[in-house]
């Protein structure tokens, strides 16, 4: 239970409903056991009365009744303390099961682009939901089962040898079999539990993918092998869960028949005492009612083993995401106010994952309200330079200042505060339209709503929607046109009046007209604020206060748009080239 150790600060947060889970345990199994031992003085003195004619009848009609009674009310309540129990311990396993959610999901926010690119939305999903339901089965059932049984166990024992200590140690001794069965089989169920939830966890990312890119799927006749995939993916699933329900299947005839052979050694040897008259009647039954009372939390025993080892290893995939280390952290603040200023000082940045260098040796320096344009091939570095911005990645070598700070200096919430960015694919959530644009700033009224969405020039396109800004959006936009999605997350980042304003290629999806209204009000709206775009397209460039022309992660050339074609370099190949396609 090592990787379950985790938990520990969780089980000490709600140790007090637990001890009073542990409390209410033991009472509701002290009433429980009123009855057997109220059975057996029955029996006893039934017999007493009918082979020695010890009393009288309504003597023992009145014990009768009042033993009946005081049976119907020890187990009332016994139920009562037992419903209590639940309703402690279930509750705090549903506690420990929101907090651990919330960890995972916090700290899954926090890791870098660098994660999940490493790792497939499927699995996490997985890891958040189908780990964490079996890390509750643990801190809920099977503490509460366990607790439960152990309580019962040591109150039987107790009893029972107190009564007949001889009878008592034959009745017990298959239980040493019965936990050398539970060890073996335990250890099996790890692993295989361990297999069982990698699987489903392809599974999970398998479909995920398989919604995500249906589109896809249907436009090159895929369905039919996306569903051999799956059920090929599906029967492995199965197999491996059949290979685990086949150990688990053991337990339960297992821990009957212990309980079996122990019915059988309490009426053979117990039959031979009470011949030999060493014992009375009332012994004899009151011992069969205990072990049968032990037979459901023995075939417990069985079952907790199997939900610990499952969700010990469900808590060893949690634990593996829980120690990725964060890599982009918090700094220590910048107290001056911040105005806009962005400088790079032979920045380098390599991706871990392929050891491309995506840039190599970057300066360049935009003061607070300026324009800077960045024109270069695909996998030139423009989108990677702004997520430097961003503080998406961190560099390798050099400095990112944002005036005359380290952006490493800045905390997260701060710096990101600063910054509204477009970027190159726009995701919009299932949403409303009016709720996706202000993403950028919550408590926007709609006002601002209205106002960011024209000069976004995407107002009149929402207008024309049956239910307008509150239309609702399907997954990722897609009751919207590229060009559409692209406008709505510009809408957002204008609504957020950001110091910094990061475009990564967002008109790529509209045409030249809606492009030149989208420039013009961008030129009208940021002339005090620092921005970059980032373009394919001079033409959404061409007005910047500098542009730099990116290739293989080096800046090539630099300037305006005059100096630049005057250099008749790359830049000025690339004018022309645009130029002759818009004329055809």
Known sequence: ???????????????????MGLFITVISRIFSLIAPRLIGNSLTAVEQHVAENVGSLEALKELMLTNILVIIGATLLSGFFTFLMRQTIINVSRYIEFDLKNEIFYHYQKL???FYKNNRTGDLMSRISEDVGKVRMYVGPAIMYSINTFTLFLCVIVIMFSIAPKLSFYTLIPLPILSITIYKLSRVINLRSTVVQEILAKLSSFTQESFSGISVIKSYGLEANINQSFDDLALKAKGKNMNLVKVQAWFFPLM?????????????IGGQQYINGEIEIGVLAEFIIYINMLTWPVAVVGWVTSVVQQAEASQKRINEFLKEPIEIKDGVGVQKAFD??????????????TKIKALDNISFNVKAGETLGIIGKVGSGKSTLLNLVNRLYDVDQGKVLLDES?????????????????????????????????????NADINEVIEASKNASIHKNISKFKEGYKTLLGERGLTLSGGQIQRVSIARALIKDPKI??????????????EEKILKNLKRISQNKTTIIVSHRISSVKDADKIIVLDQGKIIEEGDHNTLMKTRGNYFELFNRQQDEKQD
């Open 340 to 353: 806009g200023g962005i400088i790079f000082e032979n920045v380098t940045l390599i991706y871990p994952e």
């Open 501 to 514: 304003l990061l475009l990564d290629d967002c008109l790529s999806a509209v045409d030249t007209d809606t």
């Open 112 to 114: 870098s682009q660098h």
């Open 1 to 19: 239970m090592r990787e379950l150790r985790y938990l520990d600060k969780y089980l000490k947060k709600y140790r007090l409903q637990l001890m």
């Open 256 to 268: 009957i028949l212990l309980i079996g052979l122990s019915n059988l050694i309490v009426i053979f």
């Open 406 to 442: 380290n952006i490493k200096d800045f905390k997260l919430n701060e710096l990101r505060s600063y910054v509204g960015n477009v970027p190159q694919n726009a995701f919009l959530f299932s949403e409303s339209i009016e709720n996706n644009i202000r993403f950028g700033k919550l």
